[in-house]
């Protein structure tokens, strides 16, 4: 296909719609993602928008308005939601950013939503979809695809791509769903509040024992604690952080290290900038790094667990 826009570390140029779901993809999996409001968005928003804008090459100020405009799509529908499932305004915030990109008219971003909105809501289950309108131009399905940026930017995109290239089809596929969000909501503005409900990560670790690492970064600087001086540390979190692939003790690969909530205690102790020097071969391979990940012990801390379930 089209050479549109770079897969991140290499050199190999792929139709924007792919550039936007592997990405994406790859910003997830490697766990530097920020959440909410409307849940993991930070990948797919950022990547959409970086896709698209490499193959229409659009200004910075542009790029960064296309993602702000995700964020605050995808936080109206977060807001809205009465009993929506599998986050489909995710591949609508992508098609979006997408049309806004592309510079389609009122007509192709209608269109184009609705047409993102079409993908299959089940696809974890290889469910293909289906249309609450008669008379739908075709049964798009895509079978077997994660409910992940891999697929919701992907086909996001796309979408809007379709659309720009005359592919028809309904303009109003989103008013047949209108048991799943709350209108005036969506219609409605965002006040600062729900803006602070957006959960940055300063250290790359599992979002549930931000807190704790946090507290732990504080002791160190505090005290000027001596590494090879500690005998255990406990930290102390809400249940979903103490399961794996957060409770790590021994991580011996990137994809192990990356989650592990002791890892990140032990570069914390060892005051390495948090950053991807956390998880390079010579930082996991290190011996007296792997004996300090032994000691250190997640315990749940039930009002912890409450608190997050509540938020």
């Known amino acids: 296909g089209r050479a549109d826009a770079m897969l991140l570390g290499s050199d190999l140029r792929v139709p924007a719609e792919m550039a936007a779901g592997i990405n994406g993809q790859f910003c997830r999996a490697t766990n530097f993602e920020d959440s909410g409001p409307g849940r993991h968005v930070g ?22 308005a296309a993602i702000a405009f995700g964020y605050a ?5 977060h807001f809205a939601e009465l009993g929506a499932t599998a986050f489909p305004h995710h591949r609508l915030a992508a098609a979006a950013i997408a049309a806004r990109l592309l510079g389609l008219d009122v007509n192709q971003i209608a ?70 969000y709350d209108r005036a909501t969506l219609l ?33 600087q505090e005290h000027q604690i001596d590494p090879g001086a500690i005998q255990g540390v406990r930290l102390t979190v809400p249940r979903v952080a103490t399961i794996p692939h957060q409770n790590e003790s021994s991580p011996t690969t990137f994809w192990k290290a990356v989650y592990s909530l002791q890892w990140a205690a032990t570069m ?27 000691k250190i012990e997640l315990v749940e801390d039930p009002d912890s667990t409450q608190a997050y379930a509540a938020q």
């Open 43 to 64: 990948p797919l928003c950022v990547h959409s928008a970086l896709a698209v804008g490499q193959r229409v090459r659009t200004s910075g100020a542009e790029l960064l």
């Open 73 to 77: 799509l995808s936080a109206r529908f």
């Open 111 to 180: 269109r184009a939503l609705s047409l993102a909105w079409e993908m299959p809501h089940r696809a974890a289950q290889g469910e293909t979809t289906t249309t609450f309108i008669p008379g739908r131009i075709s049964p798009l399905g895509t079978p077997g695809q994660l409910a992940t940026p891999l697929y919701h930017a992907r086909f996001g995109v796309q979408a809007a791509l379709m659309v720009l290239h005359g592919f028809e089809s309904v303009p109003d596929e989103i008013d047949a769903h209108k048991d799943d």
């Open 188 to 220: 409605g503005g965002l006040n600062f509040d729900d803006v602070l409900q957006m959960e940055l990560k300063p250290w790359p670790c599992v979002r549930p024992g931000q807190c704790a690492i946090q507290a732990l970064a504080e002791l160190i």
């Open 268 to 294: 914390i102790i060892r005051q390495v900038p948090p950053g991807p020097q956390w998880f390079t071969a010579h930082q996991i391979d290190h011996a007296g790094n792997q004996a300090l990940a032994a």
